[in-house]
């Protein structure tokens, strides 16, 4: 039975809602001569850019037609639901339309595997290689790489598309295995390598000229579930940060477990989504992008797992007491950064603001910092020294709430 457009977009776009992997930012593409669009500085799917706009994208699969079975996956071949696959043509109009309307600044489009991986490849190509050189579209377009397809025509994709991402989904092969057995890590991992070593090469060749085709120019990100499987958060973690120094990612995305699919070997959940879980797992990966920690000093073969009762920066530091107080005088920006309560920004002008004046709590305030948490891991020009570590330990549980006792909480 035939379908409409209408129903086809209400399918397709409801089917992509579980992929979080698609806000961003960071390409530079301008509109082309006689086109329209511009993917500069963009975000996507309602997200921030940089500047602080809030920008969106049309977010739709291709197809939720698939050939695997995967357990955590709504589209997975089991499930009895409506399937619908666009056309090329029908993707392209869409965006043209949506754009022109003012409703997206861009496109994100995934999709399952239909037939096989080259085949869905293909597909995907079509639709912003159809874009970029018949409608000479500028805008922001975030293609899936999908896994198991092969390097010419990932690599082909990379020209066309500002960002692409390959979903790791699980954060061990044990588990991929466990719960989607006819996926592996070696076919997910070959093409976030490969779209690595090609970005390298492109950015040490010299540009012939400015129609030299620009290559991956936001570059990619990938997705972990959180909370399907055993997997702790120093397993998480490890993977992420190796997604971030071998592959180059710029950002890899954490989506907590939502049981959408009967099946004996997912856990059941007694109470929410690991929405917490999922929180603080993004902040450690911040403290690993941003503020130079390592994974293993954010959780470790001891402490596995973060704490849910405080942010991971606050409990290194009261891990790590004989780090503190850090004297805002005379501290390095590194140093700083590690007091919590302090962030990049404030860092960056304590560092410069003291060249000229004496760093006073005054000051501290109009830059930004949380003194409610730092005043106990710094020192400055007429602050007390608090660093008796009950009292520390104390003052700082009772910001926490009445729920928690003080006691054991350094390791």
Known sequence: MSITLEQK??????????DVSCSSSGSNRNTPEGGFGCGAKQ????????DGRCVSL?????????????????????????????????????????YERNYIEGLFLSSGVILNPDYTMEAL?????TLRQEHRFGGYIHLKAIPGASAELVHEAALYADRMSVNVELPSQKSLLFLAPEKNY???????????????????????SRYTPRFLPAGQSTQMIVGATPDSDLDILRLASGFYRKQRLKRVYYSGYIPINEDARLPVLTSQPPLL????????????????????EIVDEKIPNLDSRFDPK??????????????????????????????????KMIVQGRRFTAIREEHLKKLGVALNRARYFIRFRGSLRLMNQRAVNEAVWSRQGSLFEPAGLLT
């Open 186 to 208: 070696e076919s997910v991992f070959r093409p976030m390598n490969f779209l690595a070593e090609r970005k390298t090469e492109y950015l040490a060749a010299p540009k012939s």
């Open 277 to 296: 879980r999922e929180h603080r797992l993004y902040q450690a990966d911040w403290l690993m992008r941003f503020y130079g920690f390592q994974f293993h």
């Open 314 to 347: 606050l409990g290194w530091a009261l891990r790590h007491p004989e780090f503190f107080p850090v004297d805002l005088e005379t501290a390095d920006y590194e140093a700083i950064l590690r007091v919590p309560g302090i962030g990049v920004k404030s860092a």
């Open 125 to 129: 190509i079509r639709v912003a290689k």
């Open 9 to 18: 977009l209400s399918i397709l776009s409801a089917a992509a809602k579980y």
């Open 58 to 98: 049309l977010k739709i699969l291709l197809s939720n037609n698939c050939r695997y079975d995967c357990a955590y996956c709504a589209n997975r071949r089991s499930n009895d639901i409506p399937r619908a696959t666009f056309k090329v043509c029908e993707v392209v109009d869409l965006t043209i339309g949506f």
């Open 43 to 50: 975000g996507i799917c309602h997200s921030f850019t940089e």
